[in-house]
């Protein structure tokens, strides 16, 4: 029996940290110049991950720091473009939390298609990303009637048309 609960007591403190451990220390990885920039693509989605996969929390630190890794990312790679245009980002209503998932969906959707360009079929992607990821959040009093209305659209699988006619 004492066997029993501490190998179940061992295996829970193994997944515990499992997610911890997915990331590296991202604060040791330089983006300064182009080179650096090199490569880091299974980092960066890495960290698309690590944010999809964790509840919306200012107080968990990992967290922060894998945003300000893929902000900083998304600003200096030179071998992708970002776009945010206000059409897009509105809906968020300037919550820094939602646009940083917006943009973490951005970035997950155009690693994962690299050959798709158009800008409003790259936001579109980011929207069916990231809209079913903020509907699983526990609060949502900092939903917008925009931002409903634009879930609503999703789910309705008439999110082109809501964005763009």
Do not use: C
Not at 7 to 32: E, G, H, M, Y
Not at 90 to 100: E, I, P, Q, R, S
Not at 137 to 163: M, V
């Amino acid at each position: 029996m004492k066997t029993s609960i501490l190998i179940f007591l061992f295996s829970f403190a193994i997944l515990s940290s499992a997610t911890a451990q997915d990331l590296p220390n991202l604060k040791s990885i330089k983006l300064n110049k182009n080179a650096h920039f090199k490569g880091t693509e299974p980092i960066v989605l890495k960290v698309v991950s690590y944010l999809f996969t964790t509840p919306i929390d200012k107080k968990n630190k990992q967290r922060t720091e894998a945003g300000q890794f893929l902000i900083k990312w998304m600003n200096g790679t030179p071998d992708y473009t970002f776009y945010l245009e206000e059409k897009e980002t509105d809906f968020f209503n300037t919550d820094a939390d939602f646009t940083l998932m917006y943009m973490a969906g951005l970035t997950k959707y155009k690693l994962e298609n690299p050959t798709i360009s158009d800008r409003n079929s790259l936001s579109i992607g980011a929207m069916q990303l990231t809209l079913p990821y903020l509907l699983k959040q526990e609060n949502k009093t900092r939903w917008s009637a925009k931002l409903w209305q634009l879930n609503d659209a999703n789910q309705k699988g008439k999110l082109k048309e809501f964005l763009y006619n």
